[in-house]
């Protein structure tokens, strides 16, 4: 089975620190995402990668950073958390050319609460 | 760009009871459309999807979903509710078919959170 693994299940933060979300897949997939979860809001997808060093910003990019230096690992960066970025931060990861048919294979999330 | 939107956040249904929950699409090409489930404290999962084959698409667990051109509607239905059916749903849509892979993503809806009484 594929195993999408996001290291931090539960995070607290305090206004103004570094975050770091990490996001690990076990399946040679090509293309990794980072989507933010929010009530009422559904998923809004952040970034996204399509390879090794690549990254696209995708509708809510603002705040955050991603760092792709290795195919299996995703990682999501807030340089200087704030409250509104409190959330369940999913990551997802899909084979080239297999997210049209949506082929996404989602870790369990991440919940960040800032204060 | 394509979107979806889904009617009611919230939806509560008795165990036996019809389950619909409603999605509608924007596109301006052919859509492909999902079904996603998230049960409590786990990521999301694909329940089902329409990528232009039979209209009528059956899924995991007994739930199908039905692709209407005319309503641009992909409802999802299943004929008897249970328990373990609590979980929120998520219609999405994909932003690229072949063969114009490239930067591939899907757009999600809002979500209905379904609740089974019992």
């Known amino acids: 089975d594929v195993k999408v693994t996001q290291s931090s299940r539960y995070l607290v933060k305090r206004t103004g620190e570094k975050v770091f979300l990490e996001c690990v897949q076990d399946m040679d997939h090509e293309n990794m995402f980072w989507y933010r979860q929010d009530p009422g809001l559904g998923l809004r997808l952040i970034y996204f990668?399509?390879?090794?060093?690549?990254?696209e910003k995708g509708d809510i990019p603002e705040g955050y950073s991603v760092s792709r230096e290795k195919k299996e690992r995703f990682s999501l960066i807030l340089e200087s958390a704030s409250t509104n970025q409190t959330s369940m931060y999913l990551c997802?990861?899909?084979?080239?050319?297999?997210?049209?048919?949506?082929?996404?294979?989602f870790g369990e999330g991440s919940r960040l609460t800032v204060l | 760009a394509q979107s979806v939107t889904q009617l009611g956040s919230h939806v509560s249904v008795s165990e036996g009871a019809l389950v619909l929950l409603r999605c509608n699409y924007s596109s301006s090409v052919p859509p492909y459309l999902f079904w996603y489930v998230q049960y409590p404290n786990q990521g999301l999962q694909l329940l089902l999807k329409y990528t232009s084959a039979a209209t009528l698409v059956k899924g995991i667990n007994g739930f199908e979903a039905e692709f209407k051109k005319s309503e641009t509607s992909f409802h999802l239905t299943k004929p008897s509710a249970h328990m373990s059916d609590a979980a929120e749903y998520f219609c999405a849509v994909s932003d690229l078919a072949p063969p114009n892979f490239g930067n591939e993503k899907l757009t999600f809806g809002t979500g209905t959170r379904l609740t089974i009484i019992p």
């Open positions: 997802a990861s899909s084979l080239a050319g297999q997210v049209w048919a949506g082929e996404l294979f």
């Open positions: 990668s399509y390879d090794v060093k690549m990254k």
